[in-house]
């Protein structure tokens, strides 16, 4: 049995921010099944609900905020009702794009081959879609772009950014290559979908709270793109939240991060039994999973 790591990002009153890793589910697919739910049912276990915001892909890593009480929740949907619920994606994706910035609006639908993907469509189910992109660096194979989902669609900037010409690195279900060859040669493995949830704003507080860029995603990075601007930007421009609103971790429980390590996984490794079907809504009442929280001193 492999153990998987979620490290807590920011927990104070009704909101939890966990850090997912590779590999593991935010809503589990079976009772018992280990997921980042579970994970924060562990943390929180006398909170109302464990309701993540964000649905993110096995193989996609980053920020996760849960709302944990019917307050919470109400104040999660009036913010992105407002537009105000704000989150922060980064993604590798092969080749490049002409503009420094821009927005995807295609619409998504289910694709009728394959109902665990979408595709982009107009049919009479397809529902509108908006991703704003803006360039951080690119490379001779590869460009890295933060993105803004405005809307929450399933697999959104998957799909958007095979749309558009340049898939998401790794995403082989969206015609994303799993290796690249380098500017020097060398020929880079990609592990899994190149997509990362960088920072999430918690509704009602001003600071924005970020996930530290996983090894991976750095080690790809960096043989591709050999620059790469900050993400969430901090000078308030696109998308982005002012400098003196990026904040470190904040942790009312405990005097340093810590992390939570889930048990029952049925993954062998950190990229593999990667989900690329839509995640349903999880039972929430019993069946946490079981697993240890583990508090790491800074």
């Not at 280990?34 to 920020?63: C, E, I, N, Y």
């Not at 279900?173 to 799993?178: H, L, N």
């Not at 380098?182 to 709270?209: C, F, K, N």
Request: glycine share 12%.
């Amino acid at each position: 049995m492999r153990v998987i790591g979620a490290t807590v990002l920011f927990d104070a009153d009704d909101w939890v921010v966990l850090d997912k890793p590779a590999g593991l589910l935010t809503t589990p697919r079976a009772k018992g099944e280990a997921s980042l739910v579970g994970v924060a049912q562990r943390l929180r276990p006398k909170s109302a609900h464990w309701h993540p915001l964000s649905r993110l892909d096995a193989s996609v890593t980053g920020a996760v905020l849960f709302a944990l009480s019917d307050w919470a929740i109400a104040t999660a949907a009036a913010a992105k009702e407002a537009g105000e619920y704000q989150r922060w994606y980064a993604g590798l994706v092969a080749g490049a794009l002409g503009d420094e910035a821009g927005e995807w609006s295609w619409r998504i639908e289910d694709d009728p081959k394959d109902r665990t993907r979408r595709r982009c469509g107009e049919g009479l189910a397809s529902v509108e879609a908006l991703t704003r992109w803006t360039r951080l660096g690119a490379g001779d194979r590869a460009t890295a772009l933060g993105f803004v989902p405005v809307t929450g669609r399933t697999h959104q900037i998957r799909v958007h950014a095979a749309q558009a010409g340049v898939p998401l690195l790794g995403d082989v279900a969206y015609g994303g290559a799993r290796r690249l060859t380098s500017a020097t040669g060398a020929v880079l493995a990609v592990p899994r979908v190149m997509l990362h949830a960088r920072a999430v704003r918690v509704p009602g507080r001003p600071s924005v709270v970020t996930s530290p860029w996983p090894e991976d995603f750095a080690a790809v990075r960096s043989g591709l793109v050999p620059t790469m601007g900050p993400w969430p930007p901090s000078s308030g421009g696109r998308g982005g939240p002012r400098v003196d609103e990026l904040a470190e971790p904040e942790l009312e429980h405990e005097e340093g991060p810590h992390a939570v390590v889930a048990g029952r996984s049925t993954v062998e490794g950190a990229h593999q039994g990667l989900d690329l079907a839509g995640l349903e809504e999880p039972a929430l009442a019993g069946g946490a999973v079981e697993q240890q929280v583990v508090h790491h001193r800074a």
